[in-house]
């Protein structure tokens, strides 16, 4: 598969991907727990969930960015 089309599929698989996590971590911050606990409890919270997102994407960024077979550069 040509570069090119292993990057339109991953962006596309990037923005499925980050709707549905952003759709789940606001959901999840509106459980009672999250929401009844310390303002500190609350900043890591979203300081993790805000940045937890990039790890699961890792492997679909190198994917997108493997060089193209034959491809000497």
Known sequence: MAR??????GAAAMLAFVL?????????????PVQE???LI???YFAIVGLAWILPL??????MERPDRGDVS
């Open 42 to 44: 609350q900043t890591v």
């Open 37 to 39: 606990a310390p303002k």
């Open 58 to 63: 890792m492997p679909l960024i190198s994917w």
């Open 4 to 9: 090119r089309t292993r990057k339109f599929i």
């Open 20 to 32: 549905a996590y952003a759709l789940c971590a606001m959901v999840l911050s509106e459980t009672r």
